[in-house]
C-alpha cells in the first residue's frame, strides 16, 4: 500500500471575454498524471484562451492543509476541482462551511467497483477479498471502501503458493472473492488461482475486467467452476471515443478527463456570457462570501451539462465520475451467459433469469470416532471422504439452514485438550476461529464451555460398556456322548451285559421258569436263551421295553431292578443333557463392570489416554480423596462423634483394582487394536471397556463379539460453537425440529441396527438345539441301519449255503382228496399224514367254555377251500406250528 505523499495544488486560469474563470485543482502525489493529463485536455479543447497555472503544495500533515488551502484561494477562484482518491476532507468541509462551488473528479478505479459492489449487494455479500494486476489500485480501493465494512483484504501479488496461504487462512471464510485486472492478467491471474487451488467455491469468484478487450480472455479455463464475469460495455467505450470501434489503446480515465475538460470548459463559458461574478482577489477564508446566485447558478449549469452527456458522465452530490453502464455474466449449464446490466446506479436482472444470494459457507471441525464421523473411500475415484452418523447430521443440517460446508480435521489433537493452558483438535480450532462448527462426538464439559459454547445435546445415550468375544463351541456330532463320562458308559454297558447273563441263569437253572415248569405254563412262552437275555436286557432302554418278562420270582426281582436302573439312568441323562446343552449355550462368563472386576480369570483394558481411561482414573483419584477424607474424619482425635466409626469402609474400592489390572493388561493405541485383541482370544478371557455407540457399532459388523453388561459413565454428545456466534439458537432450533420429525432414530437405525448383524448366525436360545449337537444320533441309527442290511446278506448266505447241503425230497400234495375236518376245512397232508390244523393234543380255552363255530354256515361257496399258511399265536411261541399245503 503506497503511503500518502504531499498534497498538491495547481491554479488554472481561464479568461474569457475579460473575465477569469479560476479553477483551483487539489490533488495527492498519486494523482500528479491524471492531472497533468486534464492541464493538457484543457489547452486541446482551450486552443485560444489565455491559461495560467500556478502550483501549491500541501504538507503531509493534514493539520496545515487548512492554511495552504486558503493560501490558493486567497487570489480569488471560480471552482475547486478535487482530484483526491476519495476527496480532501479539509477542502470538503470548507466548502460545505462556506458554500464555496467544489467538484470532486473521481479517476480512481471507482467505476469497476461500483459494478462489484452493486452485484455483491444483491447477492447479500458483506465481505470480499480483493486481488488487482497493479498495485495502484490498491490505494484507490481503499479509499473507496473507507466507510464500508465490506473489504477484507486487497492485495496486487501473484497467485503463488504464499499469497494462496494468505487467502485460505482468512477466517471466517469470506462471502465474495474478486479478481481485478485487464482481460490479458485476468488469464494469467485466473491459471494461478486455478492451479492453487482457490476457486473450490467457485460461485463466490468474481472476474471484473478493467478494459473492453474481453474477448481475448480463455473462458475454456473454467470447467466446473461457475465464476461471475463483470465488465463495461462497449458501447460506453465508443461513446467516450466517439469512434465507431472502440481503440486497442483505450485508457478509460483519460477519455473522462477529456470529457471532463470539454464540459468546465462549457461551464466557464456559460459563466462568462452570463457575466457571473467571482471573488478575484483578497479571499479570506471565513471571512470572504461567495455569492449564493453565482453557486447555486454553477451547480444549474453543471448538472445541465452532465445531463447532456448522461452517456458518459454521472454526477452524484458533489462528484463526478464515468456513466457506468455495464454486464454481469454467469456461467449456466456450461457457458457463460449474461444474467444482470448495471445501468443508470442499479443493477438489473435480465428477463427469465435472477441473481441468487451467496449461500453461507462454514468450516465444520471434525475428527475420527466410529461410527460417528470416519472416512471412507469411494471405490471408483479413491477419494477419502467422510461419512457416519455426524457427517449425514451435518448434511441434514445444512439443508435446512441453507449453507454450504466444508469438513475441517485439526491439525493436532482429536477432540480437545488443554496442554499448557491452551486447547488442540476440535475444541481449540473453534476456540481460535478457525472452524466455525463442531459436528462429531463432542461431550459436553464444564471446562470446554470456558472456551466454547455448546447446543442443545443430539445424543444422550452414549457412555461406556464392555465387549468380549463370544465363547467358541466346541461342535461334535456326538456332543451327547458327553454328557457322561467313558466311565460311566463303560458301567452301563457293563450292567447290561451281567444283567443279561444273569437273566439267561435265572431262566434256566430257577424250577419256576416257563421252561422248566411247563404244567404251570401249557401256552407257548419266552425261552430266554443266552442271546434273547441280552435283547431284553438292550431293548429294556427304550420306550418300547424289553418284552415279555421271565415267569419265576428271581427273574422278575433281577428285570425289577434293572428296570429301576435304566429309569434312573435315562432320567439322568436326560437332565444332564439339557444342562449341558443350556450351559453351552451361555454367552457371556459376567455380566456387569462389578463382575468384571471381582474376578481374574478375565483380562481387560481401555485406549491409552482415551476418555475412558481417563474415566478410570479420576474414578481412581476420587476413591482415594473420599478414603482419605474418611480415614481423617473416623481418626481425629479431636473429633468425638462415634458415627463415624466403624470398622468396614463404607465406600465400596473397586476403581483402583480395575486400573490395576488395565495397566496389568497394557492400554491399547487405538479401538481398532482393542477390537482385534478381543477377537482373537476364542476362549472369551479378554474384554475391551471402551465407548458404547463405537462398541455396538463394531458389534452390528463383527458377529464373534458380544456387549456385556449395562451402559455406565453416560454423557451427552451436542454441536459446538464459537463463543458468541449467531449460529447458537438456530442450529438448537434445528435440533430440536429434527428431534420431533425422529430423524436422530433414522440415523440410529442405519448405523446400529440395519447391519452385517442381521446375516450373523442366530445365537437365541429359543432356537433350539442343532444338529451339529445330535448328528451322532442320526448317524447311529444310519449305522444300525447299515449293520442290518449286512446282517441281511450274511443270514441270505449263509442260508442258501446250508440249503445246498441238505436236499428235501419233493412231495406233492393233492388237495382234492384231503378229508374235511369238523369245522369243514380240508386237511393238509404232512409226512404221509393228514393233519387238523384245530385239533390239536392240548385244549386251548378262552374263558369258560368252548363252542366251536359251524364254518359253513357263513362261508360262500368259493370260501369252502381254504388254505392256510400260518397261525401266530400270543403270546409269541418260539417253535413255529409248520406250513400247511
Given at each position: 500500500m503506497?503511503?500518502?505523499?504531499?498534497?498538491?495544488a495547481?491554479?488554472?486560469?481561464?479568461?474569457?471575454?475579460?473575465?477569469?474563470?479560476?479553477?483551483?485543482?487539489?490533488?495527492?502525489?498519486?494523482?500528479?498524471a491524471?492531472?497533468?493529463?486534464?492541464?493538457?485536455?484543457f489547452?486541446?479543447?482551450?486552443?485560444?484562451?489565455?491559461?495560467?497555472?500556478?502550483?501549491?503544495?500541501l504538507?503531509?500533515d493534514?493539520?496545515?492543509?487548512?492554511?495552504?488551502?486558503?493560501d490558493?484561494?486567497?487570489?480569488?477562484?471560480?471552482?475547486?476541482?478535487?482530484?483526491?482518491?476519495?476527496?480532501?476532507?479539509v477542502?470538503?468541509?470548507?466548502?460545505?462551511?462556506?458554500?464555496?462551488?467544489?467538484?470532486?473528479?473521481?479517476?480512481s478505479?471507482?467505476?469497476?467497483?461500483?459494478?462489484?459492489?452493486?452485484?455483491?449487494?444483491?447477492?447479500?455479500?458483506?465481505?470480499?477479498?480483493?486481488?488487482?494486476?497493479?498495485?495502484?489500485?490498491i490505494?484507490?480501493?481503499?479509499?473507496?471502501?473507507?466507510?464500508?465494512?465490506?473489504?477484507?483484504?486487497?492485495?496486487a501479488?501473484?497467485?503463488?503458493?504464499?499469497?494462496?496461504?494468505?487467502?485460505?487462512?482468512?477466517?471466517?471464510?469470506?462471502?465474495?472473492?474478486?479478481?481485478?485486472?485487464?482481460?490479458?492478467?485476468?488469464?494469467?491471474?485466473?491459471?494461478?488461482?486455478?492451479?492453487?487451488?482457490?476457486?473450490?467455491?467457485?460461485?463466490?469468484?468474481?472476474?471484473?475486467?478493467?478494459?473492453?478487450?474481453?474477448?481475448i480472455?480463455?473462458?475454456?479455463?473454467?470447467?466446473n467452476?461457475?465464476?461471475?464475469?463483470?465488465?463495461l460495455?462497449?458501447?460506453?467505450?465508443?461513446?467516450?471515443?466517439?469512434?465507431?470501434?472502440?481503440?486497442?489503446?483505450f485508457?478509460?480515465?483519460?477519455?473522462?478527463?477529456?470529457?471532463?475538460?470539454?464540459?468546465?470548459?462549457?461551464?466557464?463559458?456559460?459563466?462568462?456570457?452570463?457575466?457571473?461574478?467571482?471573488?478575484?482577489?483578497?479571499?479570506?477564508?471565513?471571512?470572504?462570501?461567495?455569492?449564493?446566485?453565482t453557486?447555486?447558478?454553477?451547480?444549474?449549469?453543471?448538472?445541465?451539462?452532465?445531463?447532456?452527456?448522461?452517456?458518459?458522465l454521472?454526477?452524484?452530490?458533489?462528484?463526478v465520475?464515468?456513466?457506468?453502464?455495464?454486464?454481469?455474466?454467469?456461467?449456466?449449464?456450461?457457458s457463460?451467459?449474461?444474467?444482470?446490466q448495471?445501468?443508470?446506479?442499479?443493477?438489473?436482472?435480465?428477463?427469465?433469469k435472477?441473481?441468487?444470494?451467496?449461500?453461507?459457507?462454514?468450516?465444520i471441525?471434525?475428527?475420527?470416532?466410529?461410527?460417528?464421523?470416519?472416512?471412507?473411500q469411494?471405490?471408483?475415484?479413491?477419494?477419502?471422504?467422510?461419512?457416519?452418523?455426524?457427517?449425514?447430521f451435518?448434511?441434514?443440517?445444512?439443508?435446512?439452514?441453507?449453507?454450504?460446508?466444508?469438513?475441517?480435521?485439526?491439525?493436532?489433537?482429536?477432540?480437545?485438550e488443554?496442554?499448557?493452558?491452551?486447547?488442540?483438535g476440535?475444541?481449540?480450532?473453534?476456540?481460535?476461529?478457525?472452524?466455525?462448527?463442531?459436528?462429531?462426538?463432542?461431550i459436553?464439559?464444564?471446562d470446554?464451555?470456558?472456551?466454547?459454547?455448546?447446543?442443545?445435546?443430539?445424543?444422550?445415550?452414549?457412555?461406556?460398556?464392555?465387549?468380549?468375544?463370544?465363547?467358541?463351541?466346541?461342535?461334535?456330532?456326538?456332543?451327547?456322548?458327553?454328557?457322561?463320562?467313558?466311565?460311566?458308559?463303560?458301567?452301563i454297558?457293563?450292567?447290561?451285559?451281567?444283567?443279561?447273563?444273569?437273566?439267561?441263569?435265572?431262566?434256566?437253572?430257577?424250577?419256576?421258569?416257563?421252561?422248566?415248569?411247563?404244567?404251570?405254563?401249557?401256552?407257548?412262552?419266552?425261552?430266554?436263551?443266552?442271546?434273547?437275555?441280552?435283547?431284553?436286557a438292550?431293548?429294556?432302554f427304550?420306550?418300547?421295553?424289553?418284552?415279555?418278562?421271565?415267569?419265576?420270582?428271581?427273574?422278575?426281582?433281577?428285570?425289577?431292578?434293572?428296570?429301576?436302573?435304566?429309569?434312573?439312568?435315562?432320567?439322568?441323562f436326560?437332565?444332564?443333557?439339557?444342562?449341558?446343552?443350556?450351559?453351552?449355550?451361555?454367552?457371556?462368563?459376567?455380566?456387569?463392570?462389578?463382575?468384571?472386576?471381582?474376578q481374574?480369570?478375565?483380562?481387560?483394558?481401555?485406549?491409552?489416554?482415551?476418555?475412558?481411561?481417563?474415566?478410570?482414573?479420576?474414578?481412581?483419584?476420587?476413591?482415594?480423596?473420599?478414603?482419605?477424607?474418611?480415614?481423617?474424619?473416623?481418626?481425629?482425635?479431636?473429633?468425638?462423634?462415634?458415627?463415624?466409626?466403624v470398622?468396614?469402609?463404607p465406600?465400596?474400592?473397586?476403581?483402583?483394582?480395575?486400573?490395576?489390572?488395565i495397566?496389568?493388561?497394557?492400554?491399547?493405541?487405538?479401538?481398532?487394536?482393542?477390537?482385534?485383541?478381543?477377537?482373537?482370544?476364542?476362549?472369551?478371557d479378554?474384554?475391551?471397556?471402551?465407548?458404547?455407540?463405537?462398541?455396538?457399532?463394531?458389534?452390528?459388523?463383527?458377529?464373534?463379539?458380544?456387549?456385556?453388561?449395562?451402559?455406565?459413565?453416560?454423557?451427552?454428545?451436542?454441536?459446538?460453537v464459537?463463543?458468541?456466534?449467531?449460529?447458537?439458537?438456530?442450529?438448537?432450533?434445528?435440533?430440536?425440529?429434527?428431534?420431533?420429525?425422529?430423524?436422530?432414530?433414522?440415523?440410529?437405525?442405519?448405523?446400529?441396527?440395519?447391519?452385517?448383524?442381521?446375516?450373523?448366525?442366530?445365537?437365541?436360545?429359543n432356537?433350539?438345539?442343532?444338529?451339529?449337537?445330535?448328528?451322532?444320533v442320526?448317524?447311529?441309527?444310519?449305522?444300525?441301519?447299515?449293520?442290518?442290511?449286512?446282517?441281511?446278506?450274511?443270514?441270505?448266505?449263509?442260508?442258501?449255503?446250508?440249503?445246498?447241503?441238505?436236499?428235501?425230497?419233493?412231495?406233492?400234495?393233492?388237495?382234492?382228496?384231503?378229508?374235511?375236518?369238523?369245522?369243514?376245512?380240508?386237511?393238509?397232508?404232512?409226512?404221509?399224514?393228514?393233519?387238523?390244523?384245530?385239533?390239536?393234543?392240548?385244549?386251548?380255552?378262552?374263558?369258560?367254555?368252548?363252542?366251536p363255530?359251524?364254518?359253513?354256515?357263513?362261508?360262500?361257496?368259493?370260501?369252502?377251500?381254504?388254505?392256510?399258511?400260518?397261525?401266530?399265536?400270543?403270546?409269541?411261541?418260539?417253535?413255529?406250528?409248520?406250513?400247511?399245503e
Amino acid at each position: 500500500m503506497h503511503v500518502l505523499g504531499l498534497f498538491g495544488a495547481v491554479a488554472c486560469v481561464l479568461s474569457v471575454r475579460g473575465q477569469q474563470f479560476k479553477i483551483v485543482t487539489l490533488h495527492q502525489p498519486d494523482q500528479a498524471a491524471e492531472v497533468k493529463y486534464f492541464e493538457n485536455a484543457f489547452l486541446k479543447v482551450n486552443k485560444d484562451e489565455e491559461i495560467a497555472f500556478l502550483d501549491v503544495l500541501l504538507n503531509e500533515d493534514e493539520s496545515g492543509h487548512y492554511k495552504q488551502i486558503c493560501d490558493a484561494l486567497s487570489t480569488g477562484f471560480s471552482l475547486i476541482l478535487d482530484f483526491a482518491w476519495s476527496g480532501t476532507e479539509v477542502a470538503q468541509d470548507l466548502t460545505s462551511n462556506m458554500s464555496l462551488p467544489y467538484l470532486h473528479v473521481d479517476v480512481s478505479v471507482a467505476p469497476f467497483l461500483v459494478l462489484l459492489d452493486s452485484y455483491l449487494d444483491s447477492r447479500n455479500s458483506t465481505d470480499v477479498v480483493v486481488v488487482f494486476d497493479k498495485e495502484e489500485y490498491i490505494d484507490q480501493s481503499l479509499y473507496y471502501w473507507l466507510d464500508s465494512v465490506r473489504l477484507r483484504l486487497v492485495m496486487a501479488d501473484a497467485l503463488n503458493r504464499s499469497t494462496a496461504s494468505k487467502i485460505e487462512s482468512i477466517r471466517p471464510i469470506p462471502h465474495s472473492f474478486a479478481i481485478v485486472a485487464s482481460a490479458k492478467n485476468m488469464n494469467k491471474l485466473v491459471s494461478q488461482a486455478l492451479n492453487e487451488d482457490l476457486m473450490s467455491l467457485s460461485d463466490r469468484w468474481n472476474l471484473v475486467f478493467t478494459d473492453f478487450e474481453t474477448g481475448i480472455f480463455d473462458k475454456s479455463l473454467f470447467q466446473n467452476q461457475t465464476p461471475s464475469l463483470m465488465y463495461l460495455k462497449p458501447e460506453l467505450c465508443l461513446d467516450l471515443s466517439i469512434q465507431s470501434r472502440c481503440p486497442s489503446n483505450f485508457v478509460l480515465k483519460e477519455q473522462f478527463l477529456y470529457w471532463l475538460a470539454w464540459g468546465l470548459s462549457r461551464l466557464a463559458k456559460m459563466a462568462a456570457e452570463e457575466s457571473l461574478e467571482f471573488p478575484e482577489k483578497e479571499f479570506q477564508c471565513g471571512k470572504t462570501t461567495f455569492s449564493e446566485d453565482t453557486k447555486e447558478r454553477l451547480g444549474d449549469m453543471l448538472d445541465s451539462i452532465v445531463a447532456d452527456n448522461s452517456n458518459v458522465l454521472s454526477l452524484t452530490g458533489r462528484s463526478v465520475k464515468v456513466a457506468v453502464r455495464g454486464n454481469v455474466e454467469k456461467m449456466i449449464n456450461g457457458s457463460f451467459q449474461t444474467i444482470a446490466q448495471y445501468t443508470n446506479g442499479k443493477l438489473t436482472p435480465e428477463p427469465g433469469k435472477q441473481i441468487d444470494p451467496i449461500r453461507a459457507f462454514y468450516r465444520i471441525g471434525i475428527t475420527h470416532a466410529i461410527p460417528w464421523s470416519f472416512k471412507a473411500q469411494n471405490l471408483q475415484t479413491g477419494e477419502f471422504y467422510w461419512t457416519g452418523y455426524c457427517a449425514d447430521f451435518a448434511q441434514k443440517i445444512s439443508e435446512v439452514m441453507n449453507f454450504d460446508y466444508v469438513f475441517v480435521e485439526p491439525a493436532t489433537g482429536t477432540f480437545g485438550e488443554k496442554v499448557n493452558g491452551t486447547w488442540d483438535g476440535i475444541v481449540g480450532d473453534l476456540a481460535v476461529g478457525e472452524t466455525d462448527i463442531a459436528i462429531t462426538a463432542v461431550i459436553m464439559t464444564a471446562d470446554k464451555e470456558e472456551v466454547i459454547d455448546f447446543v442443545a445435546p443430539y445424543y444422550e445415550q452414549t457412555g461406556i460398556t464392555i465387549v468380549m468375544r463370544k465363547p467358541v463351541r466346541k461342535t461334535s456330532l456326538f456332543k451327547f456322548m458327553t454328557v457322561l463320562k467313558l466311565e460311566v458308559w463303560l458301567s452301563i454297558v457293563g450292567a447290561l451285559i451281567v444283567t443279561g447273563f444273569m437273566i439267561w441263569f435265572l431262566d434256566k437253572y430257577s424250577p419256576y421258569s416257563a421252561r422248566n415248569n411247563r404244567k404251570a405254563y401249557p401256552y407257548p412262552c419266552r425261552e430266554f436263551t443266552l442271546k434273547e437275555s441280552f435283547w431284553f436286557a438292550l431293548t429294556s432302554f427304550t420306550p418300547q421295553g424289553g418284552g415279555e418278562a421271565p415267569k419265576a420270582l428271581s427273574g422278575r426281582t433281577l428285570v425289577a431292578a434293572y428296570w429301576l436302573f435304566v429309569v434312573l439312568m435315562l432320567a439322568t441323562f436326560t437332565a444332564n443333557l439339557a444342562a449341558f446343552l443350556t450351559v453351552e449355550r451361555m454367552q457371556a462368563p459376567v455380566q456387569s463392570l462389578e463382575q468384571l472386576a471381582r474376578q481374574s480369570r478375565i483380562n481387560y483394558t481401555v485406549v491409552q489416554d482415551s476418555e475412558t481411561h481417563m474415566y478410570f482414573i479420576n474414578m481412581k483419584f476420587a476413591e482415594d480423596t473420599l478414603y482419605r477424607m474418611w480415614k481423617e474424619l473416623t481418626l481425629n482425635a479431636s473429633t468425638d462423634d462415634t458415627r463415624y466409626r466403624v470398622w468396614d469402609y463404607p465406600i465400596r474400592e473397586q476403581y483402583g483394582h480395575i486400573l490395576l489390572a488395565i495397566n496389568d493388561s497394557n492400554p491399547v493405541a487405538n479401538a481398532s487394536e482393542g477390537f482385534r485383541i478381543t477377537n482373537e482370544h476364542l476362549d472369551a478371557d479378554f474384554a475391551f471397556i471402551h465407548d458404547s455407540s463405537e462398541i455396538k457399532y463394531e458389534i452390528s459388523k463383527n458377529c464373534n463379539l458380544t456387549e456385556v453388561g449395562e451402559v455406565f459413565a453416560e454423557k451427552p454428545y451436542a454441536v459446538a460453537v464459537q463463543q458468541g456466534s449467531h449460529l447458537q439458537d438456530d442450529l438448537s432450533k434445528v435440533i430440536l425440529d429434527l428431534q420431533k420429525d425422529r430423524f436422530f432414530e433414522q440415523l440410529q437405525a442405519k448405523y446400529w441396527n440395519d447391519s452385517a448383524k442381521g446375516d450373523c448366525p442366530s445365537t437365541d436360545d429359543n432356537e433350539g438345539i442343532t444338529l451339529e449337537s445330535l448328528g451322532g444320533v442320526f448317524i447311529a441309527t444310519l449305522f444300525g441301519l447299515a449293520l442290518a442290511m449286512i446282517t441281511l446278506a450274511g443270514e441270505v448266505l449263509y442260508y442258501r449255503r446250508k440249503g445246498k447241503k441238505i436236499k428235501p425230497k419233493k412231495r406233492k400234495a393233492k388237495s382234492k382228496n384231503l378229508p374235511l375236518n369238523t369245522a369243514g376245512l380240508k386237511l393238509s397232508k404232512l409226512d404221509g399224514q393228514s393233519v387238523d390244523m384245530f385239533n390239536v393234543n392240548k385244549t386251548v380255552t378262552i374263558g369258560t367254555t368252548f363252542k366251536p363255530v359251524n364254518l359253513k354256515e357263513n362261508l360262500t361257496k368259493e370260501m369252502e377251500t381254504v388254505h392256510i399258511s400260518h397261525i401266530s399265536l400270543y403270546p409269541k411261541a418260539r417253535n413255529r406250528i409248520p406250513r400247511v399245503e
